[in-house]
C-alpha cells in the first residue's frame, strides 16, 4: 500500500491563505478519491472535504480540497483564516479494501 | 441526528482483550447503506483505520491488525463493536467509531464520529 505525507505543523496569520499539502509515496493521486479532516485539541475529528473537492454541508466555502497530480499530492487551503481553524489536520485515502491516514499537519494560526 | 458513542473498559491488562461497544442513535445500522467502522488515535499520535463493516455483507480489517481483531454488531440493539486480543502498551489509544459515508466500500469519508474513548494497557 502506498503512503500518504504530511508536513508536521504550518503556521500562518490570521486573514491569511495557508495550503496544506499531503503527498501520495506511490500510484496516482487521481486513482482513489481525498478526504480532509479537522481535529481540534480534545475532540473527534470532523470532515472538511471529501472526493478531492467536495464541501460537506456547513463547511465554510473558505476550505478548498484540489489535487495536483504532476505532484502526485492533494491540498487542503483555507483561505482568510480564523484562529478557530487551529487544528490538526488529516488527509485520507484507500486502496483496495483498506484504508490510509495522512500523519496530519498542526496548523497554528497565529 | 445521528449519533454514536463508544463504551467499554478504559483500562486493559497486557496480553488480554479489549473489547469496546459503539451505540447508534439516530439512524438504524441495518437498515442504512452504510459502512460502520473504528479508528484509533495513540496519544499524541495521527489517525490508524482499524476496520470496516457493511450491514449483512463484509468486512474488511487493517493488514496490520487483521490477526488480532474482529468487529462483530447487534442489529437488535443497534449497536456494534470491536474485539482486539492479545494487547499491548502499544495498543493504548482513543478509539472512535464512525459511520462511512461515502458510496464506495471503505473508501470514506468518515462523516460521523463518537466522541471517543482512552483505553490505556497497562498491569
Known amino acids: 500500500n502506498f503512503m500518504l505525507t504530511q508536513p508536521h505543523s504550518v503556521s500562518e496569520s490570521p486573514g491569511k491563505t495557508v495550503a496544506l499539502s499531503c503527498t501520495r509515496s506511490s500510484g496516482s493521486i487521481a486513482s482513489n478519491y481525498v478526504q480532509w479532516y479537522q481535529q481540534r485539541p480534545g475532540s473527534a475529528p470532523t470532515n472538511v472535504i471529501y472526493?478531492?473537492?467536495?464541501?460537506p454541508s456547513g463547511v465554510p466555502d473558505r476550505f478548498f480540497g484540489s489535487i495536483d497530480s504532476s505532484s502526485n499530492s492533494a491540498s487542503l487551503t483555507i483561505s482568510g483564516l480564523k484562529t478557530e481553524d487551529e487544528a490538526d489536520y488529516y488527509c485520507q485515502s484507500y486502496e483496495g479494501d483498506n484504508v490510509i491516514f495522512g500523519g496530519g499537519t498542526k496548523l497554528t494560526v497565529l | 441526528q445521528l449519533q454514536l458513542q463508544e463504551s467499554g473498559p478504559g483500562l486493559v491488562t497486557p496480553s488480554e482483550t479489549l473489547s469496546l461497544t459503539c451505540t447508534v442513535s439516530g439512524g438504524s445500522i441495518s437498515i442504512s447503506s452504510y459502512y460502520w467502522g473504528w479508528i484509533r488515535q495513540p496519544p499524541g499520535k495521527g489517525l490508524e483505520w482499524i476496520g470496516s463493516f457493511y450491514y449483512g455483507g463484509n468486512t474488511y480489517y487493517n493488514p496490520s491488525l487483521k490477526s488480532r481483531v474482529s468487529i462483530s454488531v447487534d442489529a437488535s440493539k443497534n449497536q456494534f463493536s470491536l474485539s482486539l486480543n492479545s494487547v499491548t502498551a502499544a495498543d493504548t489509544a482513543v478509539y472512535y467509531c464512525?459511520?462511512?459515508?461515502?458510496?464506495?466500500?471503505?473508501?470514506?469519508?468518515?462523516?460521523?464520529w463518537g466522541p471517543g474513548s482512552l483505553v490505556t494497557v497497562s498491569s
Open positions: 464512525a459511520r462511512d459515508g461515502g458510496f464506495r466500500a471503505v473508501a470514506g469519508p468518515f462523516d460521523f
Open positions: 472526493d478531492d473537492d467536495q464541501r
